[in-house]
């Protein structure tokens, strides 16, 4: 017996710094960052800037995969059945991790159990936008056109799940209107139509959509966050706007499969928090309209606690099926 336990303590021993010397040498390989969305958006360019600071940081290549569609949730099914090795992370929002949980009858992923939090990074806001040719000049007079125009208007969303979709069936509930929802793959896809008239309307990302409003090619009427935009301050917010408590934002965080060792985490963590401390990095963001955030794994486990049961609430008050 005394031999089985020193040879068992032998092996302890043996296997212990081994285990330790790969967990410091970490990465010793190229990093996949998976985005569930097209590139030019800003989970896409936020998971690029991470990209270059990692790659500066650690001399190891970091490559960002857009693997589109189903709001998010075929890159997030990716990532949670991916090695826990601290190689593939997922750059995912709040559609993937905490809405589809209370959409998909079944999810190929538990978006609590299949990932490890790594932080926060950043949350951003909505615009209501419309095309130039709806005889329409005010939010008031939006919702008077819908009303008097049932199922005529169409709206155009990221995907069914998304903070895009959420806030458009949010919108027919509160205001009481009918207007028919549009899925593309992604917001950058919905931009062509929408400039076109070929869809009416859409809750796009402020990123996206303020350009445009500044170049006169679409009108613009209120922020889907419950604070009003940096990047567009005299727009007001929905909450502002007559419609109480109204939220549907977007943010995104990044994370890794579950199992992968706390020393990677940590260390995937620091580094995240460097680099959106960098000043060029903050500025970038910030002049898109993103609020950083750059939180604790802890902290970030914490606010996918807390908000599946609240949008879970919403999306039943609001009678949100998966067919929308």
Known sequence: MKAIYCFAASLLVSLSPTSAIAQAAYPEKPIRIFVGFTPGVAPDITARLLGEQFTKAWGKPVVVENVTGAGG????????????????????????????????????YDPVKDFAPISQVFVA??????????????????????????????????????????????????????????????????????????????????????????????????????????????????????????????????????????????????????ALAIPQVRKRLEELGLDVIGNSPAELAAVVKAEIPQWAKVIKDAGIRLSD
């Open 73 to 108: 949730n075929i890159a997030a099914d990716r990532v949670a059945k991916a090695p826990p090795d601290g190689y593939t992370l997922l750059m995912g929002g709040n559609s993937s991790i905490i809405i589809s949980p209370s959409l998909y009858e079944k999810l190929p």
């Open 125 to 274: 806001a909505n615009v209501l936008a419309v095309h130039n040719d709806v005889p329409v000049k005010s939010l008031p007079e939006l919702v008077a056109l819908a009303r008097a125009h049932p199922g005529e208007l169409a709206y155009g969303h990221a995907g069914v799940g998304t903070s895009q979709h959420l806030a458009g069936e949010l919108f027919k509930y509160l205001a009481h209107v009918d207007i028919r929802p549009v899925p593309y793959r992604g917001s950058t896809a919905i931009l062509p139509d929408l400039v076109a008239g070929r869809v009416a309307l859409c809750f796009c990302n402020v990123v996206n959509v303020m350009p445009l409003a500044r170049e006169g090619k679409l009108r613009v009427f209120a922020v889907t966050s419950l604070m009003r935009s940096g990047i567009a301050p005299d727009l007001p917010t929905m909450n502002e706007s007559g419609y109480p408590g109204f939220e549907a934002v977007p943010w995104f965080g990044l994370f890794a499969p579950a199992g992968t060792s706390l020393s990677i985490i940590d260390k995937l963590h620091r580094e995240t928090v460097k």
